[in-house]
């Protein structure tokens, strides 16, 4: 039997990041390339006393059937945490021109795969940062849409080049961003360069979907306002989760954008999965009530904040120029550059070779055939001796594959 | 602000259903319209044990991010059910044509989006059963496909309407079924129907999606073969879900399926959610291997047993002739049909104004323009009194409104 898939399934490939995750149970491997919250930053014995509480009061509750937009108690408090947090949320009632809705989402994946579902048609673009997100990226090839990029640069996407790409793609739907701690780069946007977005957004009428699943995990610098912190028109959709700073096995994310938006994704979600796990959704509301959620989070940055230093210290020792790499200011992830001209996917392939797995540039390219000389590191995931012997192991790849 | 929406979004309903659970909370309101599982069916006792289990030895594990496919152990547990129960899972080690796979779903409504989405491109059609499940009819228009209803008879679907169905429509791409206690009839396709719908399946070399959430429920009557039972081919989609046995609110289904087409939902998942919650996962499996699930689910079909017997009694009092009403060997729903030529939004309106809440049959309809006759009835949801004084209400809706 052949089977006939649809156009837009049919050349998606499966993301090489999960594949390289189930592959990793070679002996000896050291794993730089998963992106899965450090192990320690779970609150298991929290969570565990939590959830033994919501089977003791609201068991029922818990386990049947929920409204698709969220458990609204989880709804209230997110939406509380980011208005103080990050200056988020209009309403229409306090004199905005505008009123967002929260949706509580299963991950910010579906965040991501919801709102291309809303907003594009098969054949529409997505502007993206270039590299950008493996997960934003099939998110929009699987619904048909098209990603464009444009080249991001130290401080945030290339402006000009943004503005251009608009003007050149009539069916630009919408623009894809991580602008705080980007994956695969660890690059934040400036605020110059935010504002400079956001106007370019009003100028042209498309919407901005902001991705920020690592905003909460800043260890050094000066916290950078969000982009939808400076919406007045009604333009940005914000997307987050609890992936990294509770657990990202639950798969629970929040949307907060103007109520259109979220009403229409709301139905869309309805027909993907009626609603998230409504157990966990209460569990994420008792911890953010009953537990103190800043002081974890604070201990979850000292964990990065250790790892992202002996991963730099590594690369510092080890991986000379010419390979240059980000410094990250939170988040999880290094962004290494091998000198121009080198071949990166043979580089990757010597390291493996070495047991030392990153994923290359090439995963991440809006473009899935154009050329990558960039690599990505991970230090959330590896632990404090993998880290060491990982960067060791990737020195030793540069001094005899870049001879 | 003016929002564009895209086109397979524009026009998609939130679910009358999904409304009504929201308005439920009209004082007095009895309603036969939800489609939930008994409170009284979840195995709390035994859920927040195995839940504790999980806590104290595979927290991480159960915390962290894990493969899209599903947890191993419960993918196999589940095939192994479904083979021993259902006759269903080839494999070409054991000489078939084809090998099935797997894949750990969201909710089987995820199951059915998937399917959709792997399958369709925008302005492709799936044929239905009319009237069908709102989540199945939701599925399709959510990304663009175009449900095309053909008539449900009192022993499945008109397979000569189908078969000419499937010849003028050359976009066909799925047949969408629930041959069994279907939704929203609890019609039982015959045996007999079960082969002819497979043979003109396989004539025409289009794939069956076979929708089984209530095929445990059954409570009077001789089982009758899954239509998955009988695929040489690998022309059928099977889909189950845990929602009715254990718990609908954790969103666990499973679809099993040639492993082509599983693997490129595999993928599709991947952009959607990543993968379903993982902790519940688990608990599924620990609740099927170490808990009696048959003696669990034998409990819940006593109470359905009952339910049901309470509500058919209740009708046969009160709603007598020209009202018909189905009487269903298992699942959750009873559907009734007015008197040629009643108007049946009015009766509903009526039977609202008396208190007591049931789904009209239009909802269900594939046209969503199309006139019906019918409404439906749920038995599950509400107490033995509520029942009881529902279809009293219902009866003097009858006698007010069909003078």
Known sequence: MT???SDKVA?????AIREIFKSMSVPGMISLAAGNPA???????????LSAEIFSTEAVAALQYSITEGYPPLREAVGERIRQKFGIGCAESRGDRFTDQTIIVSGGQQGIELAVKVLCNEGDAVICENPTFIGGLNAIRSLGAVPVGVPLLGD???????????KQNPRARMIYLIPTFHNPTGITTSLEKRIKIYEIAKKYGIIIFEDNPYG???FSGA????????????LVIYCSSF???LSAGMRVGYVTAPKEIVQKMVVAKQSEDVHTNIFFQMLCHRFMTECDLDAHIEKIRGIYRRKCALMIEGLERHLTAPVEFTRPE????????????????????HALEKKVAVVPGTTFNCNADAPSGSFRLNYSTPTDEQIIEGTRRLGETAMEFLE
Do not use: H, Q
């Open 3 to 5: 089977y006939n898939f």
């Open 11 to 15: 050349n998606l490939a499966p993301s």
């Open 39 to 49: 192990a320690e930053t779970f609150p298991v014995a929290e969570l565990a006393r």
């Open 156 to 166: 945030g996407i290339d402006t000009d080049k943004l503005e251009k790409s608009i």
């Open 216 to 218: 909460e995990l800043r």
């Open 223 to 234: 916290e950078v306002p969000t982009i939808k912190a400076l919406d007045t028109e009604g």
């Open 243 to 245: 992936s990294k700073i």
């Open 330 to 349: 939170g988040g999880l992830f290094v962004w290494c550059t091998l000198p121009e001209g080198a071949d990166m996917l043979g580089f990757v392939r």
